[in-house]
């Protein structure tokens, strides 16, 4: 058995890139696709995880960040730069560091989880904060890349990220046989939804699968713009990593959910904060708090009948929960400690 090489080598017949050109790696990719025994039974439905948490930092940037990361080499770049709500300034640091580019990351003032903010200060970037939103934050990145070409644009509005992503849906298809009859993810700038809708169409146009998933898109209440069909000015939610109001790939998104005869929805923070507990409680699939808005989603949807039981169903969960150690713990009673006593803790074990 061989090792997984890396999304790059994986699938570089259905690539964008150049033969000769060595991928900048982290072996990310071949993630978990793990069926999810409790949410099928309270929906009738096949359901499965696609645990994108399991990449090397911790979340389906990766996917992106190789091909954006080996392009941004290949091409002369001498810096990166990125907007992030977290991830993707995380995913970027690692990146670079592989590549031996500078790497820059806006990120919105006091509103990115503390998991990714560590990361992207351990990883090396150079980290930017700025006063205002993530919306704010790529619309400089945007400026500061045009007029300086020398420094590359590392979010998904480079196609070479929407090339790596897009490699999510090969591994779906490859493990299951076939496409889902239902993809549902959680939405922000729009690029991973764009990404999925990609790979799914290009493996229907080859005959490798018979059909295509129908589109779930899940948006954070309080920055859903595609569900209200206009950009919200000042977004808010609790999933921080989707608190976005502009997305990017609007248009891209839109076609997604078109084509496939899909739709959009909102999760509202209670939702979302409920099905993040639920995952981690009755999966064992501890993700973030952005990744549970698909499964607040899933539920939603299924409740009412916009999906049918007996479909086979994927839910991508984004990010690994060890992000945002605050969220898990908020609300938690405060713990105190025990003698050091074998009866003491078969009390707290409900045993004695
Ligand atoms: N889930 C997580 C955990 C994310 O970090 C993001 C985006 C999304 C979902 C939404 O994906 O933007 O392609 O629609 N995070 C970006 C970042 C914005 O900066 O890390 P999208």
């Not at 899940?218 to 609790?238: D, K, M």
């Not at 969220?327 to 050091?340: H, Q």
Request: hydrophobic letters at 45%.
């Amino acid at each position: 058995h061989t090792p997984w090489p890396g999304l790059i080598d994986a699938y570089r017949d259905r690539l964008a890139i150049p033969a000769d050109w060595k991928a900048v790696t982290l072996f990310e990719g071949g993630t978990p696709l793990v069926p999810a025994h409790h949410l099928s039974e309270l929906t009738g439905c096949e359901v499965y995880l696609k645990v994108e948490g399991a990449n090397p930092t911790g979340s389906f940037k990766d996917r992106g960040m190789t091909m954006a990361m080996t392009d941004a080499k290949y091409t002369g770049k001498k810096a990166v730069l990125c907007a992030s709500t977290g991830n993707t300034s995380a995913s970027a640091a690692a990146y670079a560091t592989r590549a031996g580019l500078h790497c820059a990351v806006l990120i919105p003032s006091g509103k990115i989880a503390m998991g990714k903010l560590a990361q992207a200060v351990m990883l090396g970037a150079k980290i930017i904060q700025v006063d205002g939103n993530f919306d704010d934050c790529l619309e400089l990145a945007r400026k500061v890349t045009s007029d300086f070409p020398e420094v590359g644009l590392v979010n998904s509005v480079n196609p070479a990220r929407i090339e790596g992503q897009k490699t999510a849906a090969f591994e779906i298809a490859d493990a299951l046989g076939k496409a889902p009859d239902v993809h549902v993810l959680p939405v922000g700038n729009a690029g991973n939804i764009t990404a999925y809708w990609k790979g799914y169409s290009e493996y229907f146009a080859d005959g490798v699968t018979a059909s295509r998933p129908r589109m779930l898109g899940v948006q954070a209440a309080g920055a859903a713009p595609l569900v209200y069909g206009a950009p919200v000015a000042n977004p808010e939610t609790i999933a921080t990593a989707i608190r976005i109001g502009a997305p990017a790939s609007w248009n891209q998104a839109v076609a997604a959910k078109e084509e496939s005869g899909g739709a959009f929805r909102a999760a509202t923070d209670d939702e979302i904060l409920a099905a993040y507990r639920l995952v981690a409680a009755k999966e064992g699939v501890f993700v973030e708090p952005a990744s549970a808005a698909s499964v607040a989603g899933l539920l939603a949807a299924r409740a009412e009948g916009w999906l049918d039981s007996g479909l086979t169903v994927v839910c991508t969960v984004t990010g690994n929960g060890l992000k945002d150690p605050d969220n898990a713990l908020k609300g938690m009673p405060e713990v105190k400690p025990i003698a050091v006593d074998p009866v003491a803790v078969a009390h707290e074990l409900e045993l004695a």
